[in-house]
């Protein structure tokens, strides 16, 4: 077990006052057996109503309406989470046993079938070709094939930070060569929907105490990876920013379909605020136990 402190700090500043439309926050992780939150604790300026629900996927979101009218909107989210996780130690997958066609039971199906279907274009099939070259042998197990597409990308692409803007197109990803986290992310995701897999879009954290010297990327940010569903398996975390798989480094907030659905913060002002700027930092660091009295 670890014990991890985050705090997530956003900020948006304008030129001149507006006012607040209701914003939408996924900053907080949903309790599980690999996650449970200790302490949670949400510092908002300017202050309004809040409201806690669970959306379709079963995200923990914050329903958030601030009050009155200012030039910035400051929202800083405290956590104290313990993390239980499992290292992806099993390769046995027996079912299925090549990458393509992946096999779902009927039942399964009926609950992934949203997360099959591609939803992205590829106008000019740059996504498909470069697809075709990742293909190997049919008869190479899919979690290899998954760990191997997992480490090409990382290996093959330039990594680039970029705070704000959407996802790119996962075509415009392959044309270009680079991209962030996100990017990366939408890229594996709707590569493997077009072989037939079960595929999603996760946002969370990355926790690197070793980031300066392992290289990891993403660090000090929101970071985005891609969910798959093996048979035996269940939803298996792949993170092809930094070529890991099921790693204790990786927090889940929310998942969904789409990176657009995934955004932290959401929502709308009213009035002409001028020039707008946003800041987001995140802090991932190791919280000390303090041992029980005798």
Request: glycine content about 8%; hydrophobic content about 40%.
């Amino acid at each position: 077990m670890v014990r991890l402190s985050i705090r997530h700090e956003t900020l948006y500043t304008y030129e001149r006052p507006v006012r607040f439309a209701g914003h939408r926050l996924l900053v907080r992780p949903r309790d599980s057996h690999a996650t449970r939150v200790v302490d949670a604790h949400l510092t908002l300026s300017p202050p309004g109503q809040t409201r806690w629900l669970y959306d379709a996927l079963g995200n923990s979101v914050c329903c958030f309406m601030p009050g009155g009218e200012s030039r910035t909107l400051s929202i800083i989210s405290d956590l104290t989470i313990e993390r239980f996780p499992a290292s992806l130690t099993r390769r046995d997958v027996a079912d299925p046993q090549t990458v393509t066609p992946i096999y779902y039971s009927a039942a399964d199906r009926a609950v992934l079938a949203p997360f099959i279907d591609p939803v992205s274009e590829d106008r000019d099939g740059h996504l498909l070709d470069w697809l075709r070259e990742q293909v190997g042998d049919p008869k190479e197990p899919a979690l290899e094939f998954l760990l191997r597409l997992n480490r090409t990308i990382r290996a093959d692409f330039d990594y680039s930070a970029r705070d704000q803007g959407a996802a790119q197109e996962p075509g415009h990803t392959v044309r270009v060569g680079s991209g962030t986290c996100r990017d990366f992310a939408w890229l594996m995701v709707e590569a493997l929907r077009r072989l037939g897999y079960a595929a999603r879009f996760v946002t969370g954290y990355l926790y690197s105490p070793r980031k300066a010297a392992s290289g990891m990327r993403g660090a000090g940010a929101t970071h985005a990876w891609c969910e798959v569903f093996l048979p035996e398996l269940g939803w298996t975390e792949f993170d092809p920013t930094n070529a890991l798989a099921e790693s204790p480094d990786l927090i889940p907030v929310a998942v969904t379909r789409t990176p657009a659905e995934a955004a932290p913060v959401s929502g709308a002002i009213y009035g002409d605020g001028g020039q707008a700027d946003l800041t987001v930092h995140v802090d991932v660091r190791p919280v000390e136990m303090i041992p029980a009295a005798a």
